[in-house]
């Protein structure tokens, strides 16, 4: 999806902000609740939405790594892909 990278830092950072309100507040059983509930969708969610796009069939990540081997360093200019 176009112009969707560093959504998970900016929620990330978002998060950070709401959970330091909520420790000034006092409000700590809240806090548990929602670090268990982030932990457990940044750590299951990547390999959650990789299997997912797989399974429904989505066209590559253009930003991910291919198999493709590197180019020989004597094998002049490539062409860019």
Same mark, same amino acid.
């Given at each position: 999806?176009?112009?969707?990278? #560093?959504?998970?830092?900016?929620?990330?950072?978002?998060?950070?902000?709401?959970?330091?309100?909520?420790? #000034?507040?006092?409000?700590?059983?809240?806090?548990?609740?929602?670090?268990?509930?982030?932990?457990?969708?940044?750590?299951? #969610?990547?390999?959650?939405?990789?299997?997912?796009?797989?399974?429904?069939?989505?066209?590559?990540?253009? #930003?991910? %790594?291919?198999?493709? &081997?590197? %180019?020989?360093?004597?094998?002049? &200019?490539? %062409?860019? &892909?």
């Amino acid at each position: 999806m176009p112009g969707s990278r #560093g959504l998970t830092s900016a929620a990330c950072t978002w998060l950070t902000a709401c959970v330091g309100i909520l420790c #000034g507040a006092g409000q700590w059983h809240i806090v548990a609740i929602a670090l268990a509930i982030t932990f457990i969708i940044l750590v299951a #969610g990547g390999p959650t939405e990789r299997w997912l796009h797989r399974a429904l069939g989505g066209k590559a990540d253009q #930003g991910a %790594p291919t198999n493709q &081997p590197a %180019p020989s360093p004597d094998a002049g &200019p490539q %062409p860019l &892909p």
